[in-house]
């Protein structure tokens, strides 16, 4: 006797394993994104961190003066974007202020720390002006990236 097509047994098991095996596709996809994502906002801070100390170079080693209100992340959009516009000149490119996992359009998503020529006051707490005055440089973060508020 001929069989003339497969049994639905044979056709359930045959559909259990594409479907076993689009899941482990689909979660390699995943955190090939995710790995992508990250890379994208490793090359921003880098392409920011850059333009910062181009800027530092062009204005005799003084830091760029750190404006609690235009330099923190999630500052208003500007007509340069989220860029900050001093900075701006040296990237060419609004996108890299802006982190991809980052859900607030039009945000910046970087600050840059405050004790790199910012102002705010603090008891005990020298601010650097010049690159000269930056103590344990190792050890000084210049843009830090920050997610949005919860709730």
Sequence with gaps: MRRRGFTLV?????LGIILVLLSLIFAALKAAWEQSRRTVCMS??????AAYLMYCAENDSRLLPCDSQTMQAGAPQTDQGPAIPQLLPYTHDARVFHCPKDERAGMRSYSINDYLGGTFPAPNYQHAWDLK????SARTFLFIEETAPIG
């Design 133 to 136: 005055d930056v103590q344990n």
């Design 44 to 49: 921003n801070l880098r392409q920011v961190s």
């Design 10 to 14: 044979e056709l359930l098991f045959v």
